[in-house]
């Protein structure tokens, strides 16, 4: 069977015209994918972020709720005549199983991980605000990247006239690799969480001066005067 030659010239102008259209087509996508990726990874880092976040702080509470353990078991507070305190001393033994504990119960929390589906509005993936919330659901998996790191802090911070607030706190640190359809993003889970706390009282002085700035030298001589007189 013999094929006019306008019929060869219309097919390989056919198949021309496929082919730029393919070529259109892959050069949008890979467009679209350019200026997407970073909206989308950004807000799948964030959105995995705070889900650990959220299951970490929980993970924590519930062991401290179980375990019943307050300041008093971690602290011990010594006092002088007066009925302030003079020093405190942590009591490591008790510090140390805690903290184990509680770091058992956050690896148990964040094998889970993988097992649970969260949902995600696609607009909210965009980095758009007037797309969030809206648009089809995308499946977000969270996947531990690497060893949980755990450890103690204790921080003191004023809390007023004479007062100081002891926190002990446990620095919880995870890499999380959040994975959805065609894309994946690594992140650092860095978080405190608050395993116990008093706030400390001394004695209240008589007087009290206040002093934001000032350049004249007479600032720095200023003085409570009225401090030491009973």
Wanted: glycine content about 8%; proline content about 4%.
């Amino acid at each position: 069977m013999i094929i006019p030659k306008g019929q060869k010239t219309k097919k390989k102008r056919l198949r021309r015209k496929c082919f730029l259209l393919a070529v259109l087509l892959l050069g949008f996508a890979l467009m679209t994918d350019a200026q997407l990726r970073p909206a989308v990874t950004a807000a799948a880092e964030s959105q995995a972020n705070l889900f650990a976040t959220r299951a970490i702080q929980e993970s924590v509470y519930r062991e401290l709720e179980r375990l019943e353990t307050d300041y008093g078991d971690l602290v011990r507070l010594t006092y002088s005549d007066q009925g302030t305190v003079t020093s405190l001393q942590t009591d490591m033994l008790a510090l140390s199983k805690l903290q184990s504990s509680v770091t058992t119960s956050v690896i148990g929390s964040i094998l889970d991980f993988t097992s649970q589906e969260i949902t995600l509005p696609a607009g909210s993936l965009t980095g758009n605000p007037f797309l969030s919330g809206r648009g089809p659901a995308v499946e977000l998996r969270i996947i531990p990247a690497g060893f949980v790191q755990t450890r103690v802090k204790n921080v003191f911070d004023s809390a007023g006239i004479n007062q100081t607030r002891h926190q002990i706190l446990l620095n919880v640190r995870l890499e999380i690799q959040a994975v959805l359809p065609g894309y994946a993003a690594g992140t650092l889970v860095d978080t405190d969480v608050c395993l116990a706390e008093t706030v400390i009282v001394g004695l209240v002085p008589g007087a009290y001066t206040w002093v934001s700035d000032g350049t004249d030298p007479l600032v720095g001589l200023i003085q409570d005067y009225g401090a030491g007189e009973g």
